[in-house]
Nanobody, 122 residues
Framework: VQLVESGGGLVQPGGSLRLSCTAS????????MGWYRQVPGKQRELVAS???????KYGDSVEGRFGISRDRAKNMVYLQMDDLALEDTAVYFC?????????????????WGQGTQVTVSS
């Protein structure tokens, strides 16, 4: 399973960005997809996740500003980030969990993308 993110970049405070992530490989379905972020010297933290039941989780600092959505048919997840703040600067990682292969094998591991840099600066 491979995850590839896109959409990062440089944006001014108050601006918006939309991140995309595509999962590929031996995939029949993915139960949960989401986004995490990390800054140097700190632990990776949850930004948002969305599972097949429709359960959505957001990190406290992004609730109300960020929105997560999925296209399950395309194995894609999106993160709409609005009203960006300096503190949102980080590397954003796509995450997938609960992968079922085409052979109907349930993979135990979570999978991660390489990350995309988001920089909020004036």
């Amino acid at each position: 399973v491979q995850l590839v993110e896109s959409g990062g970049g440089l944006v001014q405070p108050g601006g918006s960005l939309r991140l995309s992530c595509t999962a590929s490989g031996n995939i029949f379905s993915i139960f949960r997809m989401g986004w995490y972020r990390q800054v140097p010297g700190k632990q990776r933290e949850l930004v948002a996740s969305l599972d097949n039941r429709g359960t959505t989780k957001y990190g406290d600092s992004v609730e109300g500003r960020f929105g997560i959505s999925r296209d399950r048919a395309k194995n894609m997840v999106y993160l709409q980030m609005d009203d960006l703040a300096l503190e949102d600067t980080a590397v954003y990682f796509c995450n997938a969990g609960g992968v079922l292969t085409r052979d109907r094998v349930a993979l135990e591991s979570d999978y991660w993308g390489q990350g995309t840099q988001v920089t909020v600066s004036s």
